[in-house]
């Protein structure tokens, strides 16, 4: 295909001196350095020393609406589908900027504008890298000519950039969910792969792959709109999308746009390089997310975040003071007052027992355990928690969220150490009656019927021995997996980081779990449900 005598100047139409790969000889006459003439030069004319001194004009390609007859597929062979990832922050590699950006189908680099002075337009002259995807409106380009691509070819990449599934495939995701193969070929199980850890954000990659598996959250997020809501609202949608993404080209997931948009609203109390609380993340995550869908910060139920995982809470609360008697000795009083409040709630926090301080030769290997109906036993109404002068009891009233957040406290802080309770929680996969640490109601719930709960995930801790050069000679690091329940095959897998595999169902209590997702059943079944 010949190349078209530029029109203009490319150092006058973008103050650029043009890229030296791109001075050739072009319709017959030669560039800077090489023998020939200008067409319309006179021959035998002397040139003046100001034209001497001036640069040739180099020639630029013409700006097409369409691409020229028969040249439909031009450059489609020279995309790299291998080194495409999407997955970061979408900022031109140059000027840092996001507004505009278009991806180089052939190296993978974002670049801002496609017009003849903007960034993606030399680096198309310079490296010869000629298609270009605007990440926005997922359009594909021919630069440096500028004109709108069509092919049927292209479409597995504009799913990509922004994986949506039709309403159809969403619902039967937790039914028919196949092992599928990416670009290499390697076998990945959409809704269980793998997050990658940049630095230290294994804490979040647990919270997201915990609420990737809550259905209508999930669903939510990838059939509404939210274009008009706010970027973490926006981002966390994409996320969601490309963890349940069917068509990937690449079997695990990078959450770095998402976690650059939590890093600047939470003012880099989390980010990818220190390691935080997955609890701590969760708490600002569903209460930022709920004010980022519209939700009113009085008003309960305004918005998926309510309606999934709020609860509401009965709490008596006495106070205690302390008075010397006759004897000066000290005697501890409860008022006679108790006052009742009514809160809501989407985590409840258990709390473990205390482990023991003293251990003999034959019980230092020992790991104390405690089923989890003994430490739910805090919202039966008459077990009292004593907080500084305040003693309370807790109680959970009708009804009860779709799903229950329960925190299991291991952590504690005093002003020299922090301490870690190694406690097992021993608990059941399936029919967890909550029925005993609710109020009755019998408007809402038959009395003395089970009101039942499975478990989805549950995020668990580990303490990972490493060499410090401290005077205390070894740290513990932490170390926080996830394990999920594939509904369609009825079996669990274990996450952490880009590591996936299978779990027994016998073995998921035997690790320390911190954080644990229980969906409630729709129909009750009696007693005997499974």
């Not at 007859?69 to 995309?79: H, P, S």
């Not at 359009?139 to 949506?164: A, H, M, N, Q, T």
């Not at 509404?224 to 973490?232: A, G, I, N, Q, V």
């Amino acid at each position: 295909m010949a190349k078209r005598q530029a029109e203009e100047p490319l150092e006058k139409l973008a103050a650029h001196d043009s890229p030296a790969p791109k001075k050739l000889r072009v319709n017959g006459f030669a560039e800077s350095g090489e023998q020939g003439e200008e067409p319309g030069a006179v021959a035998g004319e002397p040139e003046s020393a100001e034209e001497d001194e001036e640069e040739p004009d180099y020639p630029r390609s013409i700006r097409q609406n369409a691409p020229t007859e028969g040249y439909t597929d031009l450059y489609l062979d020279t995309i790299n589908r291998a080194v495409l990832d999407f997955d970061f922050e979408k900022l031109c590699s140059i000027t840092l900027s996001n507004i505009n950006v278009y991806a180089c189908l052939v190296c993978g680099k974002y670049f801002q504008g496609r017009g003849p002075k903007t960034h993606a337009y030399f680096h198309a002259l310079e490296e010869a890298h000629n298609v270009y995807v605007n990440m926005q409106t997922k359009k594909v380009y021919v630069l440096p000519e500028g004109y709108e691509v069509f092919s049927e070819s292209l479409e597995d990449i504009k799913f990509v950039v922004d994986p949506r599934l039709p309403k159809n495939e969403v619902l039967k995701l937790d039914k028919e969910v196949d092992d599928v193969l990416d670009l290499l070929g390697k076998k990945y199980r959409p809704g269980f792969v793998g997050l990658n850890n940049i630095k230290e954000n294994d804490y979040f990659n647990t919270v997201i792959q915990a609420l990737a598996h809550i259905p209508p959250l999930r669903n939510f997020f990838m059939l509404e709109d939210l274009s008009s809501k706010s970027e973490l609202a926006q981002r966390y949608s994409i996320l969601i999308r490309k963890i349940w993404n069917t068509r990937a080209f690449k079997s695990h997931v990078s959450p770095h746009e998402l976690l650059q948009q939590v890093s600047r609203q939470s003012n880099k109390r989390f980010d990818l390089l220190h390691q935080s609380d997955p609890v701590e993340f969760l708490c600002w995550f569903l209460n930022n997310m709920h004010l980022a869908l519209g939700g009113s910060k009085t008003k309960p139920g305004t918005s998926i975040i309510h309606r999934v995982f709020q609860g509401k809470l009965r709490v008596e609360s006495q106070q205690i003071t302390a008075k010397a008697d006759a004897g000066d000795r000290l005697r501890f009083e409860e008022a006679a007052e108790v006052h009742v409040d009514t809160s809501h709630y989407l985590i409840l926090t258990l709390d473990l027992p205390a482990a023991p301080l003293f251990q003999d030769e034959l019980d230092k290997n020992i790991i104390p355990q405690v089923p989890l109906t003994s430490i739910l036993s805090k919202y039966d109404g008459v077990r009292a928690q004593e907080q500084f002068n305040m003693r309370k009891r807790y109680r959970l009233l009708h009804p009860l969220p779709p799903f229950l957040l329960l925190h299991v406290k291991r952590f504690s802080k005093n002003k020299f150490v922090s301490e870690r309770n190694p406690t097992i929680v021993t608990f059941p996969v399936r029919s967890l009656d909550m029925s005993p640490y609710v109020e009755p109601n019998p408007k809402i719930h038959p009395p003395g019927e089970p009101i039942w709960y499975d478990l989805v995930a549950n995020v668990t801790h580990e303490a990972v021995r490493i060499r410090d050069d401290s005077v205390e000679g070894e740290a513990e690091r932490k170390v926080w997996r996830v394990q999920m329940r594939d509904r369609a095959k009825d079996e669990w897998l274990e996450v952490q980081d880009l590591f996936v595999e299978k779990v027994a169902t016998e073995t998921l209590f035997t690790k320390e779990s911190y954080l644990m997702v229980w969906e409630k059943r729709r129909e009750s079944k009696g007693k005997g449900a499974k």
